[in-house]
């Protein structure tokens, strides 16, 4: 971590590191450097453009790779379809190349195109109501006679 800030802070006085505020600081962001996981598609939701990165054990990296079928590693990247965040896996993930790949979606021209692409790529996913058609659905199982059911 402190390798990765010293090498981005050279390259732009617009980095700030903020903790505890995760969705405030993310939607905030010009662009962000996620781990993969949930976290990718959360930063997709809120629009932000990102470098995805992970890095396993060697051990369990070289035992699960060979499994793995998807292209993808990121879930923006699976919902898209498409590589629309560098992924930096394993050995690809240094200060460095994260460092570069996140001053390149800090170009205006960058970052404004994998914005629009991220809006259309979390359009995919339907209603952002996910909270309120989920306790729709629960409420017309458990009340039957709410539904006009007998």
């Known amino acids: 971590y402190r390798q990765l ?3 981005i802070r050279p390259q732009s ?3 700030r590191i903020v903790a505890g505020e995760t969705y405030d600081a993310l939607a905030a962001a010009d662009a962000a450097i996620v781990k993969c996981g949930t976290a990718t598609l959360e930063t997709g939701v809120l629009g932000t453009p990102m470098v995805n ?3 396993a054990g060697w051990f369990n990296y070289a035992i699960m790779r060979p499994l793995i079928s998807s292209e993808y590693f990121s879930l923006v990247n699976l ?3 498409e590589h629309l965040a560098v992924e930096l ?3 690809q993930f240094t200060a460095k ?3 570069d790949e996140l001053a390149k979606l800090l170009d205006p021209a960058v970052n404004k195109k994998k914005r ?3 809006r259309r790529a979390m359009a995919r ?3 952002m109501d996910s909270s309120r058609l989920a306790a729709e659905a629960v409420l017309r199982v458990a009340d039957p006679a709410a539904n006009g059911a007998s």
């Open 5 to 7: 800030v010293e090498t």
């Open 13 to 15: 006085d617009r980095v």
């Open 53 to 55: 990165v992970y890095r």
């Open 79 to 81: 919902v898209a379809k």
């Open 89 to 91: 896996i394993q050995t």
């Open 97 to 99: 190349r994260a460092a």
């Open 116 to 118: 629009e692409e991220l």
């Open 125 to 127: 996913l339907g209603s």
